[in-house]
């Protein structure tokens, strides 16, 4: 009998001995993870077998059990954070634990346009695939400023409010998290700017000046043209003169513009056509880049009253009616001579 429980301690010491090695080195081995990568999505409450199952069918894990063993030693269950995880060749089990741990997820992107309306901005949002969608599909116009209430607490018209830039985010970011972020930015640049705005401008808020630069962002293409374009309309605004100005009145004719812009056209009643109403129209019309802001609240000086496609790219400016009507002929005979 003590000679049986001799060799059976041996054996047993063998075997401890063996599973602790087997342990070990299952541990400091790399997992079996593609040259490319794997992607790892942990749904919020997962338990720790569902993640080893999907590590095993995907041929990264090759012990199970040592797997599940390590987490409920070092008592990780807990800590273990939903997410979608980069796993990437050459990683073991204990990094992959502590990226799980850490919450190192996945960073998607969505880069927002300046010059796009909002109705642009919102498909772009809606039609990303790791976005969750929670806005309504069938959310039509009249209903965004109850949207906005959700965003911002505030039942405002949404147009021209989100910073135009690159945003990262998580999969499952909701989209008026995504809108919130944008529309925080953009306040926050809008305060800097008009805080170190030229003081003789002419806007009585800095929603005004958002306006203006809506304006300057859709008339020219060109960063150097901005602050000599704000110097036009900021006089003419001062002056009491119609603005003029042609993207208020495309953004006014929504989807019915196809476009070119015609004298039926400029003559349609809208609060957006500022070839008959004086002022800024009521809302902005695009997502204005920082440059355009900044161009608004600093217009360049000087006594351009005017200005008009060359047709070679830029505008050229006017001082008077007639040089800005010879500066339009030109850019009809060029653009006739294109058409020939």
Known sequence: MWRFLKYSFIIATFVIAYLLFQYLHFLKTPLS??????VLDILPKTSVRAIRNSLVQAGILDNSNFFVCYVQIKNLKKQI??????????LTVKELLQLLISHKVIQHSITIIEGWNFDQLLTTIRSHPKINSTISTTLSTPQYPELMHSIC???IHPEGQFFPDT??????????????????RM??????AWEARDKDVPYKSP?????MASIIEKESDKLNEYHEIAGVY??????KMLLQADPTVIYGLKETYQGPLTLEHLKMQSLYNTYKVIGLPPTPICLPSFAAIEAAVHPAAGETLYFVATGTGGHYFSKTLVEHSAAVARYRKFQKSKRE
């Open 33 to 38: 993870i593609p040259e490319n990568g794997f």
């Open 81 to 90: 954070k939903a997410g979608e995880y980069q796993l990437n060749p050459g």
């Open 153 to 155: 607490g505030e039942t």
């Open 167 to 184: 945003y990262w985010f998580e999969k499952g970011t909701t989209d008026i998290d995504l809108l919130k972020r944008a529309y925080l």
């Open 187 to 192: 306040q926050k640049k809008l305060v800097f």
């Open 207 to 211: 929603y005004e000046a958002l306006i």
């Open 234 to 239: 900021v006089r003419r605004f001062i002056k």
